[in-house]
């Protein structure tokens, strides 16, 4: 029986395509500082659930601007007299007004507001309306404008109240004043003790507004309520138009489908 003798050369070259060339250290890449193979799977399995929170926070916005269109619509329909409101061209929780006071103590004013929409909205509480003129008023800060809504709003209720509600409690507030807890104390104590001196104080608001309606507007917002004085050239043809589309309204009859002379419905002359 022939023996057969290997010599470590014969094994080399037998375990050639086997032999390691340097390190597997070179060829693997090594874990960023700080990061074990343990951390690294947590962050894996955490990506599904950021991604899910993105998705859910997309939502949300998408359901904030429906329902800020739905309130604005609603609040169209109320057709509240005397008060304008349109939404910021930058920000939907930014709605900006003027309320054309028509009568009593702020006969004549012309008062520009902000509507301040909670970031939550209709979960994060009441909007906040804020004068921007200078209002002396029981029911309005002294130092920052702002309306005192905690008696018509002490709570707010999702899918009961609305913006438009809080709009008709502005145009309220300047003829019926809730005096159970007044933020302006000095005015009220005024309107409650010297009403004629109050007024003195209300209409000196008045015309400080009126000085102010044309004062070029704060904000580069193209949506922010700014006026201009009357321009014959530019507004004339348009105050004629409107003059004359209401003469052709009033002049205009329409059909009748009652005969002159007879009270039945549909009625014709005899042929």
């Given at each position: 029986?022939?023996?057969?003798?290997?010599?470590?050369?014969?094994?080399?070259?037998?375990?050639?395509?086997?032999?390691?060339?340097?390190?597997?250290?070179?060829?693997?890449?090594?874990?960023?500082?700080?990061?074990?193979?343990?951390?690294m799977s947590a962050k894996m399995i955490d990506r599904p659930a950021v991604s899910s929170r993105v998705n859910q926070n997309e939502y949300k916005q998408y359901q904030l601007e429906y329902g800020l269109i739905s309130e604005y619509k609603m609040l169209q329909n109320q057709d509240i007299?005397?008060?304008?409101?349109?939404?910021?061209?930058?920000?939907?929780?930014?709605?900006?007004?003027?309320?054309?006071?028509?009568?009593?103590?702020?006969?004549?004013?012309?008062?520009?507001?902000?509507?301040?929409?909670?970031?939550?909205?209709?979960?994060?509480?009441?909007?906040?309306?804020?004068?921007?003129?200078?209002?002396?008023?029981?029911?309005?800060?002294?130092?920052?404008?702002?309306?005192?809504?905690?008696?018509?709003?002490?709570?707010?209720?999702?899918?009961?109240?609305?913006?438009?509600?809080?709009?008709?409690?502005?145009?309220?507030?300047?003829?019926?004043?809730?005096?159970?807890?007044?933020?302006?104390?000095?005015?009220?104590?005024?309107?409650?003790?010297?009403?004629?001196?109050?007024?003195?104080?209300?209409?000196?608001?008045?015309?400080?507004?009126?000085?102010?309606?044309?004062?070029?507007?704060?904000?580069?917002?193209?949506?922010?309520?700014?006026?201009?004085?009357?321009?014959?050239?530019?507004?004339?043809?348009?105050?004629?138009?409107?003059?004359?589309?209401?003469?052709?309204?009033?002049?205009?009859?329409?059909?009748?489908?009652?005969?002159?002379?007879?009270?039945?419905?549909?009625?014709?002359?005899?042929?």
């Amino acid at each position: 029986m022939a023996s057969i003798e290997t010599t470590k050369t014969d094994t080399e070259d037998m375990n050639e395509p086997f032999r390691r060339q340097g390190s597997l250290r070179r060829v693997l890449p090594s874990l960023p500082s700080g990061d074990s193979q343990l951390s690294m799977s947590a962050k894996m399995i955490d990506r599904p659930a950021v991604s899910s929170r993105v998705n859910q926070n997309e939502y949300k916005q998408y359901q904030l601007e429906y329902g800020l269109i739905s309130e604005y619509k609603m609040l169209q329909n109320q057709d509240i007299p005397g008060v304008y409101v349109i939404p910021s061209a930058h920000s939907s929780l930014l709605w900006y007004g003027v309320i054309f006071v028509r009568q009593g103590i702020y006969q004549g004013g012309v008062f520009r507001f902000k509507v301040l929409i909670p970031d939550e909205f209709p979960d994060g509480g009441c909007p906040k309306v804020v004068f921007e003129s200078n209002i002396f008023h029981p029911m309005i800060h002294d130092d920052s404008g702002e309306l005192d809504v905690r008696n018509g709003f002490q709570e707010w209720q999702k899918n009961v109240n609305h913006i438009w509600q809080v709009l008709h409690y502005l145009r309220r507030a300047f003829f019926k004043f809730e005096t159970k807890s007044p933020v302006n104390e000095l005015a009220y104590e005024l309107y409650t003790t010297n009403l004629k001196e109050f007024r003195k104080k209300a209409q000196l608001c008045v015309k400080e507004s009126q000085e102010r309606v044309y004062d070029p507007p704060p904000t580069d917002d193209p949506h922010y309520i700014a006026f201009e004085p009357y321009n014959e050239d530019i507004h004339g043809p348009v105050r004629e138009s409107i003059f004359k589309q209401k003469e052709e309204d009033g002049g205009s009859v329409g059909p009748s489908w009652v005969q002159p002379g007879s009270l039945q419905p549909f009625s014709k002359p005899d042929s």
